[in-house]
């Protein structure tokens, strides 16, 4: 086998399909064809090239160990995919393509979820919440199917568990981690559910017997509306952007789609179609805090893969460990709970109530997917029967309210991408640090911090989190500091 064909052919396979999920999640085409992708690539993903690439690691040092060892996990993860490739498909067309009923009302089933965020009549979200559970149920036995097969595949590799596979192939201390978010769970439970009952108070709903349209709607924050229109979302980007140095209305290779189109999917996304020179910016433009947060995330992503060097390695462009790049998504994202980068970019009489908004919001999502973590390491090593009532019980004992059993499968991305969201919250944490300790409190107004970031943006994903930590002056990953940054926030 040809190690630089595997290389050339592994980044045209990742344009290619890309550019397949943007056309799809963008609204902008209905099928989703990544089978016929894979099938043209189907080379990179069989038993012996996998074994190939294995061997080849094994027998490398150095650089070269490095990229291949990338490699060897790429064709591995392809392997699974491609198994699945239709049943990817079916999940997706199901979803841009499905429509439901409410009373009298018909709605995109992608839309809907919009219309559920936004409304403050409750019966009419529970309508809604229901109606896409029913969609839900159509989609399971296509879900269960994929889990199925990863699991099959995983023991066919030689591998224990998905479990086991995923994190020997990805360098994941999974229980190290889950370790450092019990910590943080336990150290806030008091404090979550305090400010949470507080957050349910105006619709009268207690903790206990909320639901998930309950929580997705408070977090929506119609309150706060006035001061985060979404016609102003972007031009607070291109201020904030230019702070550290950065013109994106002079940046060719990165393309901004805020287009709203009736199939588009609600969740913001960025397509690097190809890196660095055609990087696509995707959100639903809906208003009010989300657009901020989902845009400013994005741009994170974007701005990562756009300054990644030309001539880097294929390797560190598009595989890795993508906690690197939520990094620096999360980096961009949380300027909007900064209170100096509030006063320079966003009017408010008194920012208190938003902040501590912010900030519990945040400690939400820690505590999710902290849970989901814990699920998600019983599901994968111990199999699918009976992990419905799993996944509800092990998420209602972290974050209270009701959680559907049949929500066990979507609520789940693939390859423990909740543990690489949880690296990427707890080193931005410690990254942010290191820029106030430079720059100071202000640090998105100096251009060096932007040449600071652009010198780490610059390496794609060659290093993971856990060594940019170290090249950064610590020791490794320290969840410590995002713990004193919320109850300094929130207590």
Not at 398 to 408: M, Q
Not at 436 to 444: I, S, T, V
Request: hydrophobic share 35%; proline share 3%; aromatic share 12%.
């Amino acid at each position: 086998m040809d190690i630089e064909k595997i290389r050339a052919d592994l980044e045209a396979f990742n344009e290619k399909e890309d550019e397949e999920y943007y056309m799809n999640w963008s609204g902008q085409k209905d099928d989703m064809d990544i089978s016929s992708i894979f099938k043209e690539y189907e080379h990179l993903f069989t038993m012996d090239t996998v074994k190939f690439l294995k061997s080849e690691a094994q027998e490398a040092s150095g650089e070269d160990e490095r990229r291949l060892k990338q490699l060897h996990a790429a064709s591995s993860s392809g392997l699974l995919q491609n198994a699945v490739k239709e049943l990817t498909d079916k999940k997706e067309q199901i979803e841009a393509s499905k429509v439901i009923k409410v009373g009298d009302e018909e709605m995109p089933y992608r839309f809907s979820v919009v219309k559920m965020l936004n409304s403050d009549d409750r019966d009419y979200r529970q309508a809604i919440f229901d109606s896409r559970n029913q969609v839900l149920d159509e989609l399971n036995p296509v879900l269960k199917g994929r889990v199925e097969e990863f699991h099959n595949l995983a023991v066919s590799l030689g591998h224990p568990t998905y479990m086991e596979f995923i994190r020997d192939i990805k360098n994941l201390d999974l229980e190290s981690l889950m370790d450092s978010l019990d910590v943080l769970i336990s150290q806030t439970s008091n404090l979550y559910k305090e400010k949470m009952e507080e957050l349910l108070s105006p619709i009268g709903v207690p903790l206990a017997e909320a639901e998930k349209h309950d929580i997705a709607y408070l977090f929506r924050a119609k309150e706060f509306d006035p001061y985060f229109k979404k016609e102003e979302a972007v031009p607070a980007l291109k201020r904030t952007l230019l702070g550290i140095g950065i013109d994106l209305d002079e940046q060719a290779n990165i393309h901004l789609d805020t287009e709203e189109r009736e199939k588009k999917s609600p969740r913001a996304f960025c397509a690097p179609i190809k890196i660095p020179q055609k990087i696509m910016l995707v959100i639903m433009p809906q208003g009010g805090v989300q657009d901020f947060h989902s845009l400013f995330h994005e741009a994170g992503h974007a701005e990562h893969h756009g300054f990644v060097e030309e001539d880097c390695f294929v390797e560190y462009k598009w595989l890795g460990d993508k906690s690197v790049s939520e990094t620096y998504a999360f980096l961009l994202e949380y300027l909007n709970i900064d209170r100096n980068w509030l006063k320079k970019n966003i009017q408010m009489d008194d920012y208190s109530s938003y902040l501590q908004f912010g900030y519990l919001t945040k400690l939400f999502f820690l505590r999710r997917y902290g849970a989901k973590l814990k699920y998600e390491m019983q599901i994968h090593s111990k199999g699918l029967p009976g992990m419905d009532d799993v996944y509800a019980k092990t998420l209602e004992e972290t974050l209270i309210f009701r959680h559907p059993p049949n929500h066990y499968l979507a609520d789940m991305d693939d390859g423990f991408y909740t543990a690489q969201y949880l690296r990427a919250w707890i080193f931005e944490a410690q990254l942010r640090s290191v820029l106030r300790e430079k720059f100071g409190d202000e640090w998105f107004l100096d251009s060096r911090s932007g040449d600071y970031v652009k010198d780490l943006w610059a390496y794609g994903q060659k290093f993971d989190v856990v060594e940019l930590a170290q090249m950064i002056g610590f020791s490794g990953l320290d969840i410590n500091p995002l713990i004193d940054e919320i109850e300094e926030n929130l207590g």
